[in-house]
């Protein structure tokens, strides 16, 4: 019999199935050995002093975090219960009356027992309820694990997203002041007959759109403060930071091997803690297939045996029973087959999120290397354009060139020195995704 219930798959536990883990990253990404930038402590990652007490105070306050550490005291509390099943439940059931028969003497009759109920776990229900209360509880841990690592990302990527608007600000200032005195320069050329109307008037109009895109910086800037506000459940304000120029990030990128994602991703693992909760609910799917054996007593005090009350008398009963499924069967045989579908479902979810990790580590990767292929050529194009607006200026002053020539040059500037912050940010933010892809900011021992 403990042959055949074990074919059956009612006390076998749970073991993970075979997962291709080969080029999870893409081809050539995976480094040799198993160091990844995943497990540097977020403390270690982020060294602004500004950023440290952003991400401190929102590991603090985010009533996301919050929700997911009563999520596990929850699932303890329920695993608790799922333990205690294994005993016998004691209860106190006093009873009493009063008896009144054809103006008869009143008899009054009590009895004080307690009752025990025992269930019997020979083919294992409650050790299978038992393993799948324990998943549920590590699945609350792993939630938790997965709201810290993408709340530190989340305030990183805002953090550094104020950093680059802080500066595509300072940009667009300065470049407005220059084009301010470029259309003072444009009057004055037109009062000498250097120049027309319309070269003052398009001079007027690219600098009144600067002033414009401006606005449209603060906006973003207020924006992305009330979005870290929230992160941080604070209410909506200015925050103090750094500079993009002095931030740093690791120079080498070393992703580890794919499988550590089973082991230190939290929505990976989490996952995998669904499919365990979908393997032991269809092995306790299966147990009431067969009969339920139950041990119930009792033992108190009475005063009533029969007809004869008082003196008082112990009073003590015990009884098996045996329940064998019959007509229900049909419907306990349905449980297993939906049971068994949703553990194919859960299954091929812990397959999807682990492919789904590891194209995050890919984009991540290519993001961050995109960005840093691009700065030699970003910087040769800033200072050839630099070049360019000095020599049209020179020229149109000479009368050798168009105003045209001069505002294209310069809003050229304007765009690749803009493009050059984004593409900075890009790289951190490359760097920030990376490090969340690879499960960075769990807790470590």
């Known amino acids: 019999m403990a042959v055949m219930l074990g074919s059956c798959g009612i006390y076998k536990p749970y073991s993970r199935p075979d997962i291709k883990t080969d080029n999870l990253f893409g081809e050539g990404i995976e480094t040799p050995d198993s160091t990844s930038i995943g497990d540097i402590k977020w403390q270690d990652m982020f060294t602004d002093p500004y950023l440290q007490a952003l991400i401190e105070q929102g590991l603090a306050n985010n009533t996301d975090l919050q929700a997911a550490h009563w999520k596990i005291q929850e699932a303890e509390a329920s695993l608790k219960t799922a333990r205690l099943s294994f005993f016998p439940s004691f209860n106190f059931a006093p009873q009493g009356g009063l008896n009144y028969v054809n103006q008869m003497n009143t008899s009054w009759t009590y009895s004080l ?4 109920s025992w269930e019997i776990d020979v083919f294992g229900r409650i050790l299978n309820g038992k393993r799948q209360a324990k998943a549920v509880y590590e699945q ?4 938790r694990q997965a709201v810290k690592t993408q709340l530190v990302a989340s305030i990183a990527n805002l953090y550094y ?14 470049t407005a002041s220059k084009w301010s005195e470029s259309v003072e320069t444009m009057r004055a050329m037109m009062d000498a007959g250097m120049t027309n109307s319309a070269g003052v008037a398009q001079t007027e109009a690219s600098y009144y759109s600067i002033l414009s895109s401006l606005k449209d910086i603060q906006y973003s800037i207020k924006e992305t403060e009330n979005s870290l506000a929230s992160l941080l459940g604070d209410v909506p304000q200015t925050f103090k930071r750094g500079k ?27 996952a995998e803690q669904n499919l365990i909760m979908s393997y032991y609910a269809t092995s306790e799917a299966r147990s009431s297939l067969y009969p339920s054996l139950k041990l119930t007593g009792s033992m108190g005090w009475t005063n009533n045996i029969g007809q004869i009350i008082n003196p008082g008398k112990w009073l003590l009963s015990a ?9 229900n069967a049909g419907a306990n045989r349905a449980r297993v087959k939906i049971a068994e579908a949703q553990q194919e479902e859960a299954k091929l979810s812990f397959q999807q999120t682990l492919l789904n990790a590891g194209a995050e580590v890919n984009n991540a990767l290519t993001q961050c290397q995109t960005a840093r292929g691009k700065e030699e050529y970003r910087n040769k194009q800033i200072a050839s354009l630099e070049t360019a607006v000095e020599s049209t200026q020179l020229l149109m002053r000479h009368g050798n060139s168009t105003y045209l020539e001069v505002l294209t040059a310069q809003q050229a500037l304007l765009s690749a020195q803009l493009s050059q912050v984004s593409d900075k940010f890009d790289e951190i933010q490359g760097v920030v995704n990376l490090y969340h892809a690879l499960g960075g900011g769990r807790d470590l021992e």
């Open 161 to 174: 997203t104020l950093l680059m608007l802080d500066e595509q600000y300072t940009i667009s200032e300065q």
């Open 244 to 270: 993009l120029a002095d931030q740093t990030v690791p120079s080498e990128l070393t992703v580890g091997v794919p499988v550590q994602l089973l082991a230190n991703r939290p929505d990976v693992r989490s």
């Open 113 to 116: 027992p307690v009752t025990a």
């Open 319 to 327: 009884a098996g029973s045996l329940t064998q499924p019959i007509f």
């Open 140 to 143: 609350s841990k792993d939630y």
